[in-house]
């Protein structure tokens, strides 16, 4: 009978220590699944996105006369954030989108520590701050404001940019030259806009 017994332990030891094995790995696999699962989350971020914006006017809203030609023609106060990590240098356009891209504003090479331009930007191609102005589309330096046809309503764009250089140009760039100095320069591809309506 002790032999049979005996005969009868053994088996039941090596399926005993067969399960304990089997379940501590589990747990580990578990645990391990846990930890990776935990620290991708962690080390997950989301970047904000640049946002450009104006005490004048809303976004998608009315540009008051005071800014347009048919007013003092000044450029309206702008203020942004959220720019990219890396920015040496700052870019402003304002085209109309409704005129064939008709250009109203080129600032360029401004500092990245910038974060508003005041209303009424002096019509010079070099600012105190360094920052420089090209041509408008009336072939004039500096902002000039919308002037739309009479009985018709158009869209002016506002963007910012911020890129990884300073642009080798001179003051009095034109548009297409910044744009072509600009390009493979623009951090993440991102732009920040503002849209202006104005009509009359």
């Known amino acids: 009978m002790k032999l049979q017994t005996v005969k009868w332990m ?3 030891c090596f399926v005993s220590l067969i399960s304990l094995s089997l379940s501590a790995c589990s747990n580990k696999s578990g645990t391990t699944a846990s930890t990776s699962s935990n620290s991708a989350v962690a ?3 989301t970047k904000p996105a640049m946002i450009l914006t104006s ?3 809303e976004n998608n809203g009315k540009i008051p006369d005071k800014y ?3 007013g003092e023609n000044i450029s309206p106060p702008l203020t942004w954030k959220n720019l990219p990590e890396g920015a040496k240098s700052l870019v402003i356009m304002v ?7 008709f250009t109203h504003w080129v600032i360029y090479n401004i500092p990245p520590g910038t974060k508003s331009l005041a209303a009424g930007i002096p019509a010079n191609d070099t600012l105190a701050d360094g920052s420089l102005q ?3 589309g009336t072939n004039k330096i500096g902002y000039t404001g919308p002037n739309p046809p009479f009985g018709t309503t158009h869209h002016y764009r506002f963007r910012l940019y911020a890129l990884n250089v300073m ?7 034109t548009k297409a030259q910044v744009l072509e100095k600009m390009t493979g320069h623009i951090i993440d591809d991102e732009t920040a806009e503002l849209i202006g309506i104005y009509g009359r």
């Open 134 to 136: 090209g041509y408008n």
């Open 10 to 12: 053994i088996p039941l």
């Open 55 to 57: 005490s004048a006017f």
């Open 95 to 101: 085209d109309d989108t409704d005129a064939r891209l």
């Open 167 to 173: 642009l080798n140009l001179q003051p009095g760039a």
């Open 68 to 70: 347009t030609a048919a």
């Open 43 to 45: 080390t997950t971020t």
